[in-house]
């Protein structure tokens, strides 16, 4: 068994990460972290669920990110180290008690859950190349993804001040392609989009308490997930107390009104049952405006939009095995910094490494709520109960933010996550004693988290630590 205390703060290979990321670079990482491959393949899901009222579960989805990101903020002004949610739920629950247990299982799921983000968003840009290059073999639609998580390997093996160069670069883009789409919508509409249910609001309790406005939120919430990422890189931001909440609510604010105005746009232009079945939705909408050639533009356009965001995924992440192995609470390869660049480029390569091979592997389909179902009880849920535990134990005097109306904006944040999870809908046929069943996607992560616990309880009682200390 390895060694796994943590590696002096001197060593060469864990040597300190640099604050060298500003207001703008961060929040050009948040963004293209929440714009990528998901709104463009999720808006006619939500059409299709939602039908005239469509632009509710984006408005749903907005709010849900605004009030956690009020919980992001207060924890991220006051702990702003690498890792992000592995040390909140650490320090929330006792770093030397139940605060290992779930550190752990978000680290556990983390190996597993990012590479299948990275995988997708990999898969999404697979789909879409389709409609500029015809990929009529099995292999090749895997050949593109695979080739497009390498390529993110390679651009993201660099000093964080390039990388963080690098994504205001990418950003310029997804700016672009919304601005383009929106443009086109605001100038050539010519469908009505309904703001509220046909019946007013007296129809509009009904209709977001509806399983259709559950599944539908589940989609929109995947195509807001990212407004955090800057936690992730809490070791790496100037004046942390003061950018990570600004980044977050900028991030979160922009994203939204740029979702609310492609949606209006394109359903102005589109009737939402023809565009509820279409698959390049964004290639359709401009090949209707302005002609074929545009549409092979765009489509360009929402390549790099998707890689972008992958960008920003995959640096965000590989940060957090690193900060648990730097924590001596996971194997200490994880801690190794590159020499030279100063980034954990074998938590990089890991992360990468497995995506890429997913990225083989899997097939879109209903990835999106997996990965969902997975996240939501330890990172989501617990994360706000956390910051409840964190007040009571700490006292809020000393945050640099705190947010307004608490204890709220948690309350609210636990109910509607919860509701999320059971809204989940998909699952995958398993064969059990040759009977075919069905196996929820709540219930693959509830057993993800049995197997992590498990495991951990197995690596603590190896090492003697909490619960088998004496």
Known sequence: MPNLSSPTPSSPITAPLRRRLGLVQATALNMIDMVGIGPFVTLPLVM????????????VG???SLVDGLIWSELGAAYPEAGGSYRFLKLAYGEHSWGRLLSFLYVWQTLVQAPLVVASGAIGFAQYFEYLVPLTEWWQPKLVAGTVVLLLIALLYRRIEDVGRLGVLLCVGVLALMGWLIFGGLTHGTQPVAWLPAGGVGELPGVLLSV???QATVKTIYSYLGY???CHLGGEVQEPHKLIPRSIFLSIVGIMALYLLLNWSVGAVIPWQEAAQSKFIVSTFVERLYGPVAAKAATALVLWVAFASLFAVLLGYSRIPYAAAADGEF?????RTHPTKQFPHVSLLLLGGVGFVFSLLFKLGEVISAILAMRILVQFVGQAVGVVLLRRRRGAAGLPFRMPLYPLPVVVAVAVWLWVF??????IEVSVLNTTVFLPFQVGALLMMALGTVVFLLWSRRLGRWPFDK
């Open 48 to 59: 299709g669920f939602m039908g005239p009222n469509f632009l509710l579960a984006w408005v």
């Open 212 to 214: 259709a406005m559950g």
């Open 331 to 335: 194997l200490p390869v994880f801690a």
């Open 62 to 64: 907005a709010a849900l």
């Open 422 to 427: 059971a809204s989940i809908q998909e699952g």
């Open 228 to 230: 955090y990422n800057v």
